[in-house]
Structure formats: structure tokens, C-alpha cells
């Protein structure tokens, strides 16, 4: 594993214009990945973990948009072949994925970039067989390896015939010799048995654990540097789940690839990954090495999560839910202060007053939290009484009931949550 990141996203934000008002679903993300390291992003759902995974692949559809920050991917290649058209997204050997134009960004999902979603059914067209879809994503991305004016130009055998070929008939039509064989290489290596006549099947015919190592062969048709696996196992029982881990345990040990895993699971955190990103309201609140954030956990919602999993030994251990809930992530609606004080045991005056932007260094030297008790110890002398924010909620019930405070109250709220 290399030290040096090949993953910096950096300040990202992302929102959804939607009619009920802006949604920040994820507010200044800074996330770094070194290469060949499994980092494991974790919170409960609604976190903003697969827009994190969508935003950082360009698969946001409207009424999403990233508003802010960069996505620093280090590759001299990919540089090298961007720098004269893009000038403004290179920096030595990285390149500023959201400064890509749209056309670019495309051609590096499959080759570069390299997705597994939770549900393999969604992802397959029931009417082709397996094979035929694997040997197409390994079509596609060696033609556009190829191209000689593909950005993605690392060729690999595969000669000028196929790729004017792969003009003259459509991609359906036309998939080589090569691509349908690797296709069955690619399944052998997932571990499918008799791969040759499972080729022949369709999606229909394969179990919930073999269709998902089917979907993991799709995605290193190409060969990614990174792969981002969200939510891998949640639909499959403990036992595939623990097949399913131990292959891209072995796949990562074989290929060195780059792993981001989002999960609830921290069993499967703890089993897979090197570092940690703790996500709550669209925020990394805590992150650092496993053994930092697992053994010495100073967030109170790390804490939380991690108290409710009586055993994090094995893939079966999910969260349970911590008291409360998730807020809501409409701008107007987010306080100005921070979003898990309402939950917080050990919430004080302070964390009224703004929310904790600052992302302090605890312990060793990767490990950081966003928690005001970073930087103070708990004071129980400016604890806030129990029972503080039922009578807030209380108060403004009677507040919006009784007419005319609630413009004035309203209005303070919403420009609290737009200055965040
Ligand atoms: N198309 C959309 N329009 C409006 N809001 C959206 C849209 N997609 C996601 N969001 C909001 O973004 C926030 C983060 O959603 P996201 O899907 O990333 O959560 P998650 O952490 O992946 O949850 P889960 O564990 O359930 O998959 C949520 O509040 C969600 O309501
Ligand atoms: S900032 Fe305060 S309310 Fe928020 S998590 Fe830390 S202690 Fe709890
Ligand atoms: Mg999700």
C-alpha cells in the first residue's frame, strides 16, 4: 500500500433543489484514500453515504448537483492525457474529477472508477445471460482502452481490428473472442462453479450470493483502481455475506486495489477496513485508522454506534438504532447548531451556540472528530438538563399554534441553517 492518497475529495457538497427546499445531503466531505487501502464509510441511513459514492462517480441525477469542494484522483496517465484540454483540472499527477467535463468524467467509470450496489437483480438486464453482460463490460471497456483518443488508453492486446469492428456492428452485436473469454475467467475468478455453462445463464437462474459475485466480476471488467462497493452484502444472508467478504478481501490482496466500502455493518468495517469515516448528517464526524476510531472513539455518535453492537467479531452484527433520529437535512429546517446535540448524552451550552466546523486532531495523527469535546473536556457544570429539547420541541409546538411568533422564529431558523 502506497502512502500517498490516489483519493482526496476535499470541501464537498452536495444538494438536491428539490420543490420542499434544499436538501444538503452532504456538507463538506473531506475524505482521503491511500492507494490499495479499504476505507469503510459507516452511519445510519439517510447519512449521505451513497450520495458521498454517487457524487464522487458523477452519477448524481437531478435534482442533484455537487455545489462545492474537488475530488483529487492521482494518476500521471490520466493526467497526462487531460493537461492540454483541461488545464484547469491538473495538478502535477491528479486530476480534479469535477473539473472534468461531463464527456471525460463517463469514460473513466469501468476503467478507472468501478461500482457494486447492494441489489445485483437491479443491476443486471434479466434477458441477456451473465455472460453475455460481463463480456460486454469487458467489450466496452477494452474498446475505449483502445481508442486512441480515449483518455483510458492503456491498450491491452486489443488490436485496431476489433476496434474498428466495433464500428461497423453495434456493441451487442459485436463482442470478441477475447471479451467472452475473459468474461468466463472473470467469473471463474469470482468463484462461480462450472463457469463456462454459467455464462450461459441468465440472472434469473443464479442464487442472491452468485449474482452478487457476478456483479463484483462486472466491475473489474475493467481492471478499476478504485472500487466502490455500497452497501456489498445487506441483502444476503450472514453466510454469503461472509463468502462475499472474503472475495473482495482476496481480490483486494491479489489486485491491490483501492476500496471504498459503505455499509451499515460495523462488523464488516471491522473486518475489512484500514481506515474509517464516520458519516452523520451529511458529515464526516469522525474518522481515522480502525484501530483509532474503533478502540479510542471520541464522537459521541461513534461512541453510540459502537455501544450498540454487542459484538463486532462477525459479519452478522448490524446497528441498532441510537435514540432519536436522523435530522432533517432541509436547509431551512437544520439548526445552527450541532445536529447531533439532540442526541448527544454528553451535549452542552456550547453546542448550541454554532455547529463544531472544526476538525480536530485527536490522538494519533489521522484521527480527527468533529465534536467540541475534541478541544474541552465534558463539563457537566454547562451540561444541558435532561429533558431540554422535548421542552424546546414543546415550546415551539405552542409557538407555531399560537400564531403570530412563528414567521419571526421561522425566519431565524432558516437563515441559521443557510449560513451553515
Ligand atoms: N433524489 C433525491 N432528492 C432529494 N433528496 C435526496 C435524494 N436522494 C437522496 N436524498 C437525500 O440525501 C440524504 C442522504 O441520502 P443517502 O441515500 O446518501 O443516504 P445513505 O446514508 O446512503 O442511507 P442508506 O443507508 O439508507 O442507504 C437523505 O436525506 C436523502 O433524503
Ligand atoms: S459537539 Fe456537543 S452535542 Fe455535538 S456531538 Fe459533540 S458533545 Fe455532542
Ligand atoms: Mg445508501
Not at 53 to 77: F, N
Not at 254 to 259: A, H, P, W
Not at 314 to 327: E, S
Not at 363 to 384: F, I, K, Q, R
Request: negative net charge; aromatic residues 6%.
Amino acid at each position: 500500500m502506497s502512502d500517498r492518497p490516489i483519493l482526496r475529495i476535499e470541501g464537498m457538497k452536495t444538494r438536491f433543489f428539490t420543490e420542499e427546499g434544499q436538501v444538503n445531503a452532504v456538507e463538506n466531505v473531506d475524505i482521503e484514500i491511500s492507494d490499495g487501502e479499504v476505507f469503510g464509510v459507516v452511519g445510519e441511513s439517510g447519512s449521505g453515504k451513497s450520495v458521498t459514492a454517487l457524487s464522487l462517480l458523477g452519477l448524481l441525477e437531478s435534482p442533484g448537483q455537487v455545489t462545492d469542494g474537488q475530488i483529487w484522483y492521482r494518476s500521471a496517465g490520466l493526467a497526462d492525457s487531460v493537461e492540454e484540454k483541461v488545464p484547469e483540472a491538473v495538478n502535477g499527477d491528479e486530476v480534479d474529477l469535477l473539473a472534468l467535463p461531463d464527456r471525460l468524467r463517463r469514460t473513466l467509470r469501468g476503467t478507472h472508477f468501478s461500482m457494486i450496489f447492494q441489489d445485483p437483480m437491479s443491476s443486471f438486464n434479466p434477458s441477456l445471460t451473465v455472460g453475455e453482460q460481463i463480456a460486454e463490460a469487458v467489450e466496452a471497456q477494452r474498446r475505449a482502452r483502445s481508442n486512441p483518443r480515449s483518455v483510458a488508453s492503456r491498450t491491452q492486446g486489443y488490436g485496431l481490428r476489433q476496434y474498428l469492428m466495433s464500428f461497423v456492428s453495434s456493441s451487442r452485436e459485436y463482442v470478441s473472442e477475447e471479451s467472452r473469454a475473459r468474461a468466463i475467467e472473470l467469473l471463474e475468478m469470482v468463484g462461480i462453479p462450472d463457469p463456462v455453462l454459467r455464462a450461459d445463464e441468465h440472472p434469473h437462474e443464479y442464487s442472491g450470493g452468485m449474482l452478487q459475485r457476478a456483479m463484483v466480476a462486472q466491475a473489474l471488467a475493467g481492471e478499476p483502481e478504485v472500487l466502490i462497493a455500497d452497501e456489498p452484502t445487506t441483502a444476503l444472508d450472514v453466510t454469503i455475506q461472509a463468502q462475499v467478504l472474503d472475495l473482495l478481501d482476496d481480490l483486494q490482496s491479489e489486485t491491490g486495489m483501492t476500496i471504498l466500502l459503505i455499509t451499515h455493518n460495523l462488523g464488516v468495517v471491522a473486518r475489512m477496513c484500514d481506515t474509517v469515516g464516520v458519516m452523520y448528517a451529511g458529515e464526516i464526524v469522525e474518522r481515522g485508522t480502525l484501530t483509532d476510531v474503533f478502540d479510542s472513539p471520541v464522537h459521541p455518535y461513534t461512541k453510540g454506534l459502537l455501544g450498540s453492537v454487542p459484538n463486532l467479531d462477525g459479519a452478522g452484527d448490524r446497528l441498532k438504532p441510537i435514540a432519536g433520529n436522523v435530522p432533517s437535512l432541509l436547509d431551512h429546517e437544520m439548526e445552527d447548531r450541532c445536529y447531533f446535540a439532540d442526541r448527544c448524552p454528553k451535549a452542552m451550552e456550547t453546542c448550541l451556540e454554532k455547529p463544531p466546523e472544526l476538525d480536530a486532531r485527536v490522538g494519533s495523527e489521522n484521527h480527527t472528530t468533529m465534536c467540541y469535546l475534541a478541544d474541552e473536556p465534558y463539563n457537566e457544570a454547562v451540561a444541558l438538563p435532561d429533558g431540554y429539547f422535548e421542552s424546546e420541541t414543546t415550546e415551539r409546538e405552542a409557538a407555531a399554534d399560537g400564531g403570530s411568533g412563528v414567521g419571526e422564529r421561522g425566519a431565524d431558523t432558516e437563515a441559521g441553517g443557510a449560513n451553515r
